[in-house]
């Protein structure tokens, strides 16, 4: 570390502010720049928490905190850490949607890459300032067109990306130096933003097409030619182009869509568990899913998923378990090209329905006799009480999803759904809420948080260095997260972890992700400390790649603790002075930061 003085209390990785020891104030020159009083790191989070719960709103709240990750990326992360639980909903949903809303009003320094489409020659330069081929683990980049349920926020998408990594840096342990957020700016069909002067975006409506696809195309080329070990995570695309995306780079690239995957798999977590409890077979589920955006068809997507794999049956044959609906109502083929890429899938014969109301959920309900129901509408209140108790009337135990974001947004409130269903209901929700109450009973209301599963995902794809994220290592990322169900032990429990266990459970999850990598032949990395692993790849004593870890809780525990070994941990570490010429890019404070300098590019 060759920083000292003021330029290192104003390096964020660095600075420890009161907790500098006396001999690094000594070697660095920070004697007369701190008060004399030497604290904790956990004094410091103590004074940061009273400084936290002053703020008279969760939007001050969210952009002090904003404000300290600024200055202190330790103490930021170790704050959250020690209150995680009710920190959770103002570092991100909902509260941060409101930032977002608010991102040119509220702006005061940038964080992040941003690439604007009409300037697509500089992409590469602009994505190579963020350091060398080795330093970024994990991308997250949105085009800012459908945030967090509110809709088009151009370049104040900037942030979900940057939320997305506090997550996964949060939950997953990925280092926050190794990962790069990302906005593609390519306008906005806001027009509340289109006529804000102080709109920080380009001021023009969205461009699609060839010249949209041309500019995610240099995107995703540059930054895998730029750091080709990086996992690129695509969040909040529109309808129209989030699955088309998908679509076109997951067959090719290590690449996740949480919107579709990490909603899907949770949701299908929630699902396994609440199969658990009711004694149904996988076969005999029935789902209606109120809301067929990208959230709702990549839940559908899991299920289908899950029982075809599971099952005999075609994939084809699982999507019939499945009724989707929309703004038309039930999707059915005859809506031909009014349904996008991902619902075609489940667009139902129009002869199924003649004659009947295929408009309204309370009809379908009447009909499928769903034992789940699962909402992501952003429709509020629209799981009214006569639809819950008609489908109360055909389950024992209804399963009720309302997912939709933010809480305003929600689909109906669960203490409603619980009483409605004579406390039979299992229920998870979008965002977080309070235990309800029947008759005495008390149950824990699961919050379905992409946050369960999405940073375990990453922190598995990232330490094995997967080739691509296939549809197995999901399902395995699923089972992983759904063994882990409170529910399991206690009816009363909720059917998904609470956060709180959220390190733990990635934990769990990238364990899963890197055995199935392996089985599948997609792990590149060859230090994996796994001995099942190590001889499936060497080829010793014959190994078969498909009986990895099957038997072995020796071997998974060594790779259990290997993962924990890799997870980033917000703690002071000791600094010692070096000399520049012999200083590291992270001693230099480069990793994460953009640079200029890049060996074979003037």
């Known amino acids: 570390m060759f920083f000292q003085g003021a330029a290192l209390l104003r390096s964020p990785y660095f600075n420890k502010g009161s907790a500098f020891t006396r001999d690094e104030r000594r070697e660095f020159k920070l004697g007369g720049l701190l008060p004399p009083n030497i604290q904790t790191l956990d004094e410091q989070v103590d004074r940061a928490y009273q400084q936290y719960r002053s703020r008279s709103n969760d939007l001050a709240k969210n952009t002090f905190m904003s404000s300290m990750k600024e200055q202190n990326v330790v103490l930021y992360y170790k704050l959250i850490q020690d209150h995680l639980k009710e920190m959770f909903s103002v570092i991100y949903t909902p509260t941060e949607g409101e930032a977002i809303e608010n991102f040119s009003g509220l702006f005061r320094k940038p964080e992040g890459c941003f690439l604007n489409i009409e300037d697509q020659e500089s992409i590469h330069d602009h994505l190579a300032q963020w350091g060398q081929s080795e330093d970024i683990d994990y991308i997250v980049v949105s085009d800012g067109e459908e945030i967090l349920g509110i809709g088009d926020q151009g370049v104040g998408g900037i942030l979900i990306s940057v939320a997305k990594l506090v997550l996964m840096t949060l939950c997953g342990g ?38 949209y696809d041309a500019f995610v195309e240099a995107f995703v080329r540059s930054a895998l030619e730029l750091y080709p070990k990086a996992i690129i ?25 949480d919107d579709i995957q990490g909603t899907g798999c949770v949701t299908l977590a929630a699902i396994m568990a609440g199969l658990h409890i009711t004694k149904l077979p996988l076969t005999d589920l029935r789902v209606v899913i109120f809301g067929s955006g990208s959230a709702g068809t990549g839940i559908a997507d899991q299920i289908r998923d899950a029982i075809a794999t599971k099952t005999d049956k075609s994939r084809e044959e699982a999507a019939k378990q499945i009724w989707c609906l929309d703004k038309p109502g039930l999707l059915l083929k005859s809506h ?44 509020p209140k629209a799981f009214t009480e006569e639809i819950i108790r008609e489908m109360a009337t055909h389950v024992d135990r209804p399963m009720i999803f309302p997912l939709s974001n933010p809480t305003r947004l929600h689909e109906a409130d669960p203490q409603d759904i619980f009483t409605w269903t004579e406390g039979r209901a299992l229920i998870s929700t979008g965002s977080p809420f309070p235990p309800v109450e029947y008759q005495g009973r008390r149950y824990e209301v699961a919050e379905c948080n992409n946050s369960a599963c999405f940073p375990g995902i990453g922190l598995g794809a990232v330490l094995c260095r997967a080739k691509l994220l296939t549809d197995k290592m999901l399902v395995a990322a699923v089972e992983a997260l759904a063994s882990q169900s409170p529910a399991l032990r206690d009816p009363e429990k909720g059917l998904v972890p609470d956060v709180e266990q959220v390190r733990d459970l990635s934990v769990h999850v990238a364990k899963a992700v890197i055995k199935q990598a392996i089985r599948d032949g997609l792990a590149q990395e060859t230090d994996i400390p796994f001995k099942k692993v190590q001889e499936s790849q060497e080829g010793k004593h014959g190994g078969n790649k ?44 480069l990793l994460g930061t953009a640079s200029s300098h890049r060996p074979g590019r003037s």
Not at 241 to 253: D, G, T, V
Not at 349 to 355: A, M, T, V
Request: hydrophobic content about 30%; overall charge negative; charged content about 30%.
């Open 233 to 257: 995570h695509f969040e909040d695309f529109g309808l129209q182009n989030a699955r088309r995306i998908l679509n076109k780079y997951q067959e090719s690239i290590p690449c996740f869509n």
């Open 546 to 589: 498909d009986d990895i870890g099957h038997d072995d809780d020796h071997d998974d525990g060594i790779l259990e603790e290997w993962i924990r070994e890799q997870m980033w941990e917000p703690r002071y570490r000791p600094l010692q002075r070096v000399q520049t010429e012999t200083a590291s890019r992270q001693a230099k404070g």
């Open 174 to 211: 990925i280092h926050p130096n190794r990962t790069l957020p990302v906005v593609l700016d390519c306008g906005t069909d806001n027009e509340k933003l289109l006529n804000d002067q102080l709109y920080l975006g380009l001021h023009r409506t969205r461009v699609r097409g060839k010249e």
């Open 336 to 379: 031909g090209d009014k349904l996008t890429l991902a619902q075609t899938p489940y667009a139902r014969e129009d002869s199924e329905w003649k004659g009947q109301d295929t408009h309204h959920l309370l009809s379908i309900i009447q009909k499928v006799h769903p034992h789940v129901l699962i909402g992501t509408s952003t429709t």
